[in-house]
């Protein structure tokens, strides 16, 4: 059956919250005719003229945030009392301006050659399709909406349908600043929708984040129309626990990098490798932190853990954590003292488990849940074997007083970011890229200008 809708299921209560008719053939049209009419001319704007349209376009989107706080509690299940996620939007992208003109400045050849102007400038790419998912609807789509345009493209957004009023609100704040009629278009598609346009090569770029198998669908959808990718998928994120580490600062910390928004994060700490030595005062401190957890309404203040974004997504979290326990893992947390869990809604209680291994799925395939397996280890060359165990790479954190062993610990692993005493952060300084299953390109950092520009080489004899 054709999608004619886009809708959003509340997590809260289960009802309809949202719902949005997909655009027609004709508007697609019309919104892909207006971005590349509106990039001819941006792409001429000087970069400093367009950053000052960005910084108007985060005000206005910033000044939205007391109403966007309940807004991603309704949509996606997300706790008020965290407060929303513009800090760290503002954070990714003020520093991302700051560094767009140096990123975007002609590279001179390396070599000197008399008579000779030679240099490598950076053009953008023309049209960006930003897809993105609703885990952290803002903070994820940002990374890739303000570069492109700070480099001189036009982006066309389509957001997930769980948080499909995030895509209105960047559209609002959009039109607020007064960006250029056309240069940016929150678009409501279906699926096969974003199909054609990726297949029709009428886009340059698209940066997609999401799921490993929408990344398959995006890749195939794509094939044969050169349009390049950007992918940032999903994740197994391991944290190691040496025998020198802060015990006390790994247990709050971790267990918060594997529950906050109910381990809906891609980086989020799904395995702990904990050394034997600390590995008994490790589960329980754990164990003690997350039954302290209160499992609720999102909209409620004294909720710190709400409901996943989706009861599918919570039944696939029961499945695992059921696998595992058939198979002889120990589960740490009576979900019956969690109330709102009542077995067949988005609210989950949150696991720990213990005597786990990796024939668990729990272990293996990304969970994206309020659960983390623990696992007891011998010393590093156990706990890297067992990080790099898996078909994802997007972040590892070790836990240690030694910072050359974490940045040796880190030459070994199989990974996008190494975090050492800290797990579930981007640095908008550095690459957040991924390997194996996790993805392909780099957004953030000055790498993020490299995929959405391309190089034109200058070879200028001017002397004879
Ligand atoms: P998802 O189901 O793959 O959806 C992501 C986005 O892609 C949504 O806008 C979705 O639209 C769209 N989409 C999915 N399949 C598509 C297809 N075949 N054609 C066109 N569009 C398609 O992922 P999600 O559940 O929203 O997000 C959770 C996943 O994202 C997790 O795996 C997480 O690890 C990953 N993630 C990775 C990163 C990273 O930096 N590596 C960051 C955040 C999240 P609809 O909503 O309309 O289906």
């Known amino acids: 059956m054709a999608e004619t809708d886009i809708v959003c299921i509340s997590p809260i209560d289960g009802r309809e ?41 985060l005000n206005a989107l910033l000044a939205m945030n007391q109403e966007v706080v309940p807004e991603i509690a309704q949509q996606m299940g997300r706790p008020v009392r965290y407060g929303g996620e513009f800090r760290g939007v503002e954070e990714r992208a003020r520093y991302m301006m700051g560094i767009a003109e140096k990123s975007l400045t002609p590279i001179p050849a390396d070599d000197e050659k008399p008579g000779f102007r030679r240099m490598i400038k950076r053009e ?10 609703w885990n952290y609807p803002y903070l994820t789509a940002i990374n890739a909406i303000v570069p492109a345009l700070a480099a001189g493209n036009a ?17 609002a704040a959009m039109d607020k600043a ?66 020198d580490a802060d015990i006390d600062h790994a247990i709050e910390n971790l267990v918060d990098g594997a529950f906050f928004n109910s381990g809906q994060c891609c ?49 696939l979290v029961r499945g695992q954590n059921a696998e595992a326990v058939a198979k002889g893992a120990r589960a740490h947390i009576d979900a019956k003292k969690f109330a709102a869990d009542t077995g067949g809604t988005a609210y989950l209680a949150p696991q720990v488990l213990t005597n786990v291994d990796h ?19 011998s010393g590093d060359e156990e706990a890297i074997r067992l990080m790099n165990d898996s078909p994802y790479g997007l972040s590892a954190a070790i836990w240690t007083s030694d910072v050359d062993a974490a940045e040796a610990i ?13 797990c579930d952060y981007l640095d908008p300084a550095l690459a957040w890229t991924g390997v194996k299953d996790t993805g392909r390109g780099a957004s953030l950092s000055r790498l993020a200008y490299e995929s959405l520009t391309r190089p034109k080489s200058y070879h200028l004899r001017h002397t004879l």
Not at 155 to 171: C, D, I, N, P, Y
Not at 224 to 235: A, Q, V, Y
Request: with cysteine; hydrophobic share 40%.
């Open 267 to 315: 980086c989020g700490i799904e395995r702990i490798y904990v050394h034997e030595t600390h590995y008994d005062r490790f589960v329980e401190g754990a164990v003690d932190l997350v039954k302290g957890y209160v499992l609720g309404n999102p909209l409620d203040e004294a909720t710190t853990l709400g409901p996943m974004a989706h009861k599918r997504f919570a039944d």
């Open 410 to 422: 880190g030459d070994k692993l199989e990974t996008g970011t190494v975090f050492m005493n800290r």
């Open 17 to 57: 919250l949202v719902r949005r008719p997909i655009m027609s053939e004709a508007a697609i049209d019309a919104a892909l005719a207006a971005a590349r009419e509106a990039q001819k001319s941006w792409r001429h704007v000087p970069v400093s003229e367009r950053l000052a349209r960005l910084d108007a376009f």
């Open 124 to 133: 953008p790419v023309g049209l960006v399709l930003v897809i993105a998912p």
């Open 178 to 243: 007064g960006v250029p009629k056309g240069l940016f278009t929150n678009l409501h598609l279906s699926h096969d929708q974003t199909g054609r346009i990726l297949g029709s090569g009428l886009v340059d770029h698209c940066n997609f984040t999401g799921s490993v198998s929408g990344g398959r669908s995006i890749e195939r959808a794509a094939a044969g129309s050169f349009t390049s990718l950007g992918l940032e998928l999903g994740g197994k994120d391991p944290a190691y626990v040496r025998a």
């Open 359 to 377: 024939s668990m799925s729990v272990m293996r395939d990304e969970s994206f849940g309020p659960t983390v397996g623990i696992m007891k280890v």
């Open 155 to 171: 982006v066309l957004l389509k957001h997930a349908s769980q948080t499909v009023l995030a895509g209105e609100r960047f559209q």
